[in-house]
């Protein structure tokens, strides 16, 4: 068996990088803006934007929600009813976050197709990503998933 040089493994890995990035731009929609989950958790504050935390409940658990999302797994078959339902006007801005971002971008997709507009990926998402450290890395409040609801 032939062993790879570190040169090769390098390249392979630098490739790898850049390909991930390359298909993180190509999967959000040109229409999504980004924000930084600082910048997100300002714009939820002032009430100028709905953010959606679109993760598993499980995750929800381990971890917490961010501090004024709402918690709607992208794998509920009304999932885009329960984001309309959850938007206080027809052109609120839906802010998408999930683990590292590769989730809400798809999900940006999938609204914007939908014809729901403005949206905007927080591509760091909860646990960080080649965007940044993500919401928890930046230590912002986090709520406990309500079981219940």
């Known amino acids: ?17 850049a390909l991930a990035g390359a298909a993180y731009i190509i999967a959000v929609p040109a ?26 409940p499980e995750e929800w658990q381990e971890t917490g929600i961010a501090q004024g999302a709402q ?16 938007r206080l006007s027809a052109d609120q ?11 809400s971008a798809r999900t940006a997709v999938r609204l914007t197709e ?10 760091e998402g909860m646990l960080g990503s080649f965007a940044g450290l ?5 230590e912002l409040p986090l709520m406990a998933w309500d079981t219940n609801g």
């Open 31 to 56: 229409s999504a803006e980004t924000l930084t989950p600082a910048q997100a958790f300002a714009a939820v504050e002032a009430g100028d934007i709905l953010l959606v935390d679109v993760r598993r």
């Open 134 to 138: 993500g919401w928890l890395g930046a």
């Open 1 to 17: 068996m032939r062993r790879l040089s570190r040169r090769a493994l390098l390249a392979g890995v630098v490739g790898s990088v």
């Open 114 to 123: 939908a014809g729901l507009t403005p949206i905007i990926d927080i591509p």
């Open 71 to 86: 918690p709607i797994d992208m794998r509920r078959p009304d999932f885009i009813e329960a984001v309309l339902a959850a």
């Open 93 to 103: 801005p839906i802010a998408l976050i999930c683990a590292r971002g590769v989730r």
